[in-house]
Structures are given as structure tokens and as C-alpha cells.
């Protein structure tokens, strides 16, 4: 029998599926979130958390959406209903596909202002403007930035175009080939990086920060950002990875090509935070620092070393390449849609896509300077947009997935597309998605609700 494949293309081997989908995963989530997030929730009981819930309900998912977009071959919103059908069940299921879309698009809008920042820094790095800088200087500069709407822009749409162009271009070409020369160069980098901190006389304080285990300092609010960050680390809960996992050939195990994403993602945020901490702590500046976090102790440390501003313009590049092709996927599920739908080609739906985006991400630039006062729920736009997507949006459409993957898909269809030698392999999955993922998330909601009523 031929294969069933996706009329948007086909990874060429499983290696490229788990590429492309690391490079989803490894973006701005694991080097600026995950540190400054971590700082804001007090350390180590944070990052504990956030490690059971990759591996209690991340990964469950991540295996469910793979599968889902392999049987269906199509966007999220046609396989959510294609195999919604197949199962004998209603096309309405899509609609997770449809808030999956939605929350890309939000995703985006803000994640392009950061990754606009992250080029506003590549260009500074190249120019030496960092050399030597010290920690109180290093803020100025960011902040300045930050009141700066016109150079925020710039940057912004600079990022906007670069993700349009790729996708543009389908999913063959320029993701594959940017993927497997860029992610091995940002792990290589990662570690000098690493390498550089822990000279810095204070890796052990960071290392503790990071590590050890103070379950005073966990509040419900922040197991619900390390929840929310499990979803936006892994790309799950809005359909990137179902996109993606639309193109994966049908030989390759999908239990191993996750655990392997799920891996690589999670050392890279914790490389990350051994790398930034330790420096946050030799310059006497505060872990809670929020946003800024990255793009003031960078500097600072990169400033200081011998060449560091070549190391710094490399590594700015590198993130602001582990950035690109995670916005990527962001952009795919709701460009595949579209091309279906319509029957139009990419280069139009990638057009419209990029300009409501672009549009969406002035309002977020505009939360640092002329819409500072715009406040719903005391968040600035900015903070609106991630808070609703990372801790809402993805959350409740994992949860869904969940569900659909665990009480709707057929049986037969599961284990046939998992397809394990080891049937307790199959059961182990089968009970975290039916029942410890769906209890989790929605446990977690309702005792946040609940505080917050109360
Ligand atoms: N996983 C990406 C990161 O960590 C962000 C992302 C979220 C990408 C959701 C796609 C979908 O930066
Ligand atoms: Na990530």
C-alpha cells in the first residue's frame, strides 16, 4: 500500500523530524524565559515542578499530537478532524486545531518583539558596543531600548520577514537545511557559554539557586507557570508539533523521536540557567529581574571576557536563530490551514499571516513606551499575550489533546501508529494521557481559580 503523505511535503528521515521539531522547541522559551521565570519563582522548587510536568504530561502529549498529525497528514484543524471522523466521532474536535492557530499567532506577536531585541543586540555585539561593559550600564542600555518604539519596530519586522520567508518557502527547504547547520553550532556555543560561568567564582551559588529544593518558596501560582512553561518549552498544546508531526515518515517510532526532543529541550534551559545565574550573582544583580534578564547579564559577561564580543555577536545570532525556527512552527499550522482551504500558495497565506502578526507585535512593543499605561488585569499587552497563551490557551488545548488522544482516538489507530514492541511501553502512555495529564492540568486550574476567588 502507498504511504499517505501531506500535500505541504515530507521530512526526509526521522533524524530531520527530530531536527525540525527541536528547533521548535529550543527557542526563546529555554534561554530567556525558563532563566527569568525561575528567578521570578524563587529557584529550585520551581524548576522541580516544571521537570515533572515534562515528563507527567509534556511528553504524554507531545507522543499524542505527533500521532494525531501522522494519522491525519494535514494542518492541525484537518487532522484534529480527520481522525476525530475516523474514530467515529464529531469534526467539531477541529476546534482545538482552530484555538491552537489562534494562539500561534498570539505566540508570535510577542515572541517576535524579544527576538527583535535579540537583533538589536547581534547588530550592537558586531559593533563592539558592549566591550566592557558593566552591570549598571548594561541595564540602561536595555531599558533605553525598551523606551525606544521606533528601533523596537525596526527589529520586530526585521523578524517578521525573516520567519515569513522561510515558511514561504514550504517546509523542505529552508527550515531543514537553516535546522541541521544551526542547532549543533547553538549547543557547541551553549557550552562555552557555560565554560565562561563557571569562572566566574559563583557558579556553586547559581548551581544552588537553580537546584536546590525549597518547597517554602512554591506559591499555586507558580506551579502554574511551570505548568504553562512546560506547554511553551515543548511547542505543545496549539499544534506545531502536530504540524510537524504531519511530515514524519511513517517508519520512524515516535516514542523515541519525542523523548529525545523532550531531552534535548530540557538540557538546553537547564545549560541556559547554569550559564546565567552564575554570572547574575558575581555582578550582585537580582535573579527576579524578570524580561530583561538575559539581555542584561549577557552583555555584562560577554563585556568582560577576552574577545567576548565575538562570542557575544555569536551567541546573540544563535539565539536569535533558535528564535527563527521556533517561530517558524508557530506560523506553519495556521499557513497549512489556510493553503488547504483556500487552495492558495504559501507566498499570499504567509503575507496575510505575517501582517496580522506584525500588527499584534506593535501592541506588545508599545507595552514598554506609548502603551504602558494600557493595562487589562494589571498586564500591559505584552504580558497579556503570554500570560494568556503559556498559562491559559496551551494548557487547556493540551488538555483537550489529551483527552481526544486518550478516551476518542481509536485503539487500534494508537497502537498502530505508536506501533511498540513493548506493550507496557503502550500501557505506561496510555495511563498518563488518560488519566495522570488531563487530572494534572485540570487540577491545577481549579486550585488556581480557587485562590483566586478566595
Ligand atoms: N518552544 C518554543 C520556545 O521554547 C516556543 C514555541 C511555543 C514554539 C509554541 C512553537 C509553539 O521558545
Ligand atoms: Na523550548
Same mark, same amino acid.
Request: charged share 10%.
Given at each position: 500500500?502507498?504511504?499517505?503523505?501531506?500535500?505541504?511535503?515530507?521530512?526526509?528521515?526521522?533524524?530531520?523530524?527530530?531536527?525540525?521539531?527541536?528547533?521548535?522547541?529550543?527557542?526563546?522559551?529555554?534561554?530567556?524565559?525558563?532563566?527569568?521565570?525561575?528567578?521570578?519563582?524563587?529557584?529550585?522548587?520551581?524548576?522541580?515542578?516544571?521537570?515533572?510536568?515534562?515528563?507527567?504530561?509534556?511528553?504524554?502529549?507531545?507522543?499524542?499530537?505527533?500521532?494525531?498529525?501522522?494519522?491525519?497528514?494535514?494542518?492541525?484543524?484537518?487532522?484534529?478532524?480527520?481522525?476525530?471522523?475516523?474514530?467515529?466521532?464529531?469534526?467539531?474536535?477541529?476546534?482545538?486545531? +482552530?484555538?491552537?492557530?489562534?494562539?500561534?499567532?498570539?505566540?508570535?506577536?510577542?515572541?517576535?518583539?524579544?527576538?527583535?531585541?535579540?537583533?538589536?543586540?547581534?547588530?550592537?555585539?558586531?559593533?563592539?558596543?558592549?566591550?566592557?561593559?558593566?552591570?549598571?550600564?548594561?541595564?540602561?542600555?536595555?531599558?533605553?531600548?525598551?523606551?525606544?518604539?521606533?528601533?523596537?519596530?525596526?527589529?520586530?519586522?526585521?523578524?517578521?520577514?525573516?520567519?515569513?520567508?522561510?515558511?514561504?518557502?514550504? &517546509?523542505?527547504?529552508?527550515?531543514?537545511?537553516?535546522?541541521?547547520?544551526?542547532?549543533?553550532?547553538?549547543?557547541?556555543?551553549?557550552?562555552?557559554?557555560?565554560?565562561?560561568?563557571?569562572?566566574?567564582?559563583?557558579?556553586?551559588?547559581?548551581?544552588?539557586?537553580?537546584?536546590?529544593?525549597?518547597?517554602?518558596?512554591?506559591?499555586?501560582?507558580?506551579?502554574?507557570?511551570?505548568?504553562?512553561?512546560?506547554?511553551?518549552?515543548?511547542?505543545?498544546?496549539?499544534?506545531?508539533?502536530?504540524?510537524?508531526?504531519?511530515?514524519?515518515?511513517?517508519? /520512524?517510532?515516535?516514542?523515541?523521536?519525542?523523548?529525545?526532543?523532550?531531552?534535548?529541550?530540557?538540557?538546553?534551559?537547564?545549560?541556559?540557567?547554569? /550559564?546565567?545565574?552564575?554570572?547574575?550573582?558575581?555582578?550582585?544583580?537580582?535573579?527576579?529581574?524578570?524580561?530583561?534578564?538575559?539581555?542584561?547579564?549577557?552583555?555584562?559577561?560577554?563585556?568582560?571576557?577576552?574577545?567576548?564580543?565575538?562570542?557575544?555577536?555569536?551567541?546573540?545570532?544563535?539565539?536569535?536563530?533558535?528564535? +527563527?525556527?521556533?517561530?517558524?512552527?508557530?506560523?506553519?499550522?495556521?499557513?497549512?490551514?489556510? &493553503?488547504?482551504?483556500?487552495?492558495?500558495?504559501?507566498?499570499?497565506?504567509?503575507?496575510?499571516?505575517?501582517?496580522?502578526?506584525?500588527?499584534?507585535?506593535?501592541?506588545?512593543?508599545?507595552?514598554?513606551?506609548?502603551?504602558?499605561?494600557?493595562?487589562?488585569?494589571?498586564?500591559?499587552?505584552?504580558?497579556?499575550?503570554?500570560?494568556?497563551?503559556?498559562?491559559?490557551?496551551?494548557?487547556?488545548?493540551?488538555?483537550?489533546?489529551?483527552?481526544?488522544?486518550? +478516551?476518542?482516538?481509536?485503539?487500534?489507530?494508537?497502537?498502530?501508529?505508536?506501533?511498540?514492541?513493548?506493550?507496557?511501553?503502550?500501557?505506561? +502512555?496510555? &495511563?498518563?494521557?488518560?488519566?495522570?495529564?488531563?487530572?494534572?492540568? /485540570?487540577?491545577?486550574?481549579?486550585?488556581?481559580?480557587?485562590?483566586?476567588?478566595?
Amino acid at each position: 500500500m502507498q504511504e499517505k503523505l501531506s500535500i505541504h511535503g515530507a521530512w526526509t528521515s526521522r533524524w530531520i523530524f527530530i531536527l525540525a521539531a527541536t528547533g521548535s522547541a529550543v527557542g526563546l522559551g529555554n534561554i530567556w524565559k525558563f532563566p527569568y521565570i525561575t528567578g521570578e519563582n524563587g529557584g529550585g522548587a520551581f524548576v522541580l515542578v516544571y521537570l515533572v510536568c515534562i515528563l507527567l504530561v509534556g511528553i504524554p502529549i507531545m507522543v499524542s499530537e505527533v500521532l494525531i498529525g501522522r494519522r491525519g497528514r494535514q494542518s492541525p484543524i484537518n487532522s484534529m478532524k480527520d481522525v476525530a471522523v475516523e474514530s467515529g466521532h464529531t469534526s467539531r474536535w477541529s476546534l482545538v486545531g +482552530w484555538v491552537g492557530a489562534l494562539a500561534g499567532v498570539m505566540i508570535f506577536s510577542f515572541y517576535s518583539v524579544v527576538a527583535g531585541w535579540v537583533l538589536y543586540y547581534v547588530a550592537g555585539m558586531g559593533n563592539g558596543d558592549f566591550i566592557d561593559i558593566g552591570s549598571e550600564m548594561a541595564g540602561k542600555r536595555f531599558e533605553s531600548l525598551l523606551g525606544d518604539p521606533e528601533t523596537l519596530l525596526i527589529w520586530h519586522s526585521a523578524f517578521v520577514v525573516m520567519v515569513m520567508a522561510v515558511v514561504a518557502g514550504g &517546509v523542505n527547504k529552508g527550515l531543514e537545511r537553516a535546522t541541521r547547520i544551526m542547532m549543533p553550532a547553538l549547543f557547541v556555543l551553549l557550552f562555552i557559554l557555560l565554560g565562561y560561568s563557571m569562572t566566574t567564582g559563583a557558579f556553586g551559588q547559581g548551581f544552588d539557586f537553580l537546584f536546590h529544593f525549597d518547597p517554602s518558596q512554591l506559591s499555586w501560582n507558580a506551579v502554574l507557570v511551570a505548568l504553562g512553561h512546560s506547554f511553551f518549552t515543548l511547542s505543545l498544546g496549539m499544534g506545531s508539533i502536530m504540524a510537524y508531526g504531519s511530515y514524519m515518515p511513517k517508519k /520512524a517510532s515516535i516514542g523515541g523521536t519525542v523523548l529525545m526532543i523532550a531531552l534535548l529541550d530540557t538540557l538546553v534551559a537547564l545549560v541556559a540557567g547554569l /550559564a546565567i545565574f552564575p554570572i547574575v550573582f558575581a555582578n550582585q544583580l537580582d535573579p527576579g529581574a524578570g524580561p530583561g534578564l538575559m539581555f542584561i547579564t549577557l552583555p555584562v559577561a560577554f563585556g568582560q571576557m577576552p574577545g567576548g564580543h565575538i562570542f557575544g555577536f555569536l551567541f546573540f545570532v544563535l539565539i536569535a536563530v533558535a528564535a +527563527w525556527t521556533s517561530a517558524i512552527s508557530l506560523m506553519e499550522p495556521a499557513v497549512a490551514w489556510m &493553503v488547504e482551504k483556500f487552495g492558495i500558495k504559501r507566498v499570499p497565506a504567509c503575507s496575510i499571516l505575517g501582517l496580522i502578526v506584525w500588527t499584534l507585535g506593535i501592541a506588545c512593543l508599545g507595552s514598554f513606551n506609548f502603551m504602558a499605561d494600557f493595562k487589562i488585569a494589571g498586564m500591559n499587552f505584552f504580558d497579556l499575550m503570554d500570560f494568556a497563551t503559556a498559562n491559559i490557551m496551551l494548557p487547556l488545548g493540551g488538555l483537550f489533546i489529551a483527552l481526544f488522544a486518550g +478516551w476518542k482516538v481509536k485503539q487500534t489507530i494508537l497502537k498502530n501508529e505508536l506501533s511498540l514492541q513493548n506493550e507496557l511501553w503502550f500501557y505506561a +502512555w496510555y &495511563v498518563a494521557i488518560r488519566y495522570i495529564a488531563p487530572v494534572a492540568v /485540570a487540577a491545577i486550574f481549579a486550585l488556581n481559580l480557587y485562590n483566586k476567588l478566595a
